[in-house]
């Protein structure tokens, strides 16, 4: 159990690595006319919930659980890292224009929507399927 645990720790971690390196190079790269800031209390909850779901996710015995949380983490660092390397805020290089309103938006907004939803979707899934577990005393 421990070892799968860690497993799927190692396998969460990868993923958000690659993901957050993928959204940063995306940044640097393209030209970004719009940012967003954050304030240092937001930075501070999004590392909270980056480091919960390290924790918590892989105990969850699920690679689907794991892979979503990895790729949320990946977005979520991604924006944390952006906060603390632009100073006019976290760029926002894709742009939806609309009427009369527009979207601007990064990859790694992209990537915490998609992991949120895949980790979401993997627990519900995981908990219909051991659903006679969960009537069980702790």
Known sequence: MLCSVRLRRTLLVGIAVSFAATDLVHKSFAAAEF????????????ATVIAALVVLVPRV??????????????G????????????????????????????AFNLADLFAITGDAL??????LHGIRNRARLRESV
Do not use: E, K, M
């Open 35 to 46: 940012h967003h800031a954050r304030t240092p209390f937001v930075s501070v909850i999004i």
């Open 119 to 124: 980790l979401l979707s993997a627990v519900v």
């Open 61 to 74: 015995p699920s690679n689907a659980a794991a892979c979503g949380a990895g790729i949320a983490c990946g």
């Open 76 to 103: 979520a660092l991604g924006n944390l890292v952006s906060l603390l390397a632009w100073a006019q805020g976290v760029p926002d290089p894709l742009v939806v224009s609309g009427t009369p309103y527009g979207v």
